[in-house]
């Protein structure tokens, strides 16, 4: 796309949800999130993802959505008397 010469579409191509996504991060950023740190920015980015494929879908149908993409995965913790690997 050349926005300056005042092309927007080519065919089926166009750049619209794309900005918009973008628009929707930035806006999030600012409202909630207020500071994202970089080593946790991939998961931000994942969660944005996965909000806007799902916005045309209720809040119930996304969280079955969610809910489905957890299923068989475990959440584990390190124990308190384990030592933390250096970073």
């Known amino acids: 796309m050349n926005h300056s010469a005042k092309e927007y579409v080519k ?3 166009y750049v619209n949800s ?3 996504y973008w628009s929707r ?3 999030s950023i ?3 999130h207020v500071h994202l740190s970089g080593k946790h920015l991939w ?3 994942s969660e944005f993802s996965f909000r ?3 916005r045309d879908v209720t809040d ?4 079955a959505l969610a809910a489905m993409g957890i299923q068989g ?8 008397d384990q030592q933390q690997a250096a970073s």
């Not at 119930?60 to 969280?63: D, G, Q, S, T």
């Open 11 to 13: 065919g089926i191509h």
């Open 18 to 20: 794309l900005e918009g």
């Open 25 to 27: 991060l930035k806006l």
């Open 30 to 32: 600012r409202g909630t």
């Open 43 to 45: 998961k931000y980015a």
């Open 52 to 54: 806007y494929n799902t």
């Open 60 to 63: 119930l149908e996304r969280a």
């Open 73 to 80: 995965k475990r959440l584990t913790y390190r124990r308190v």
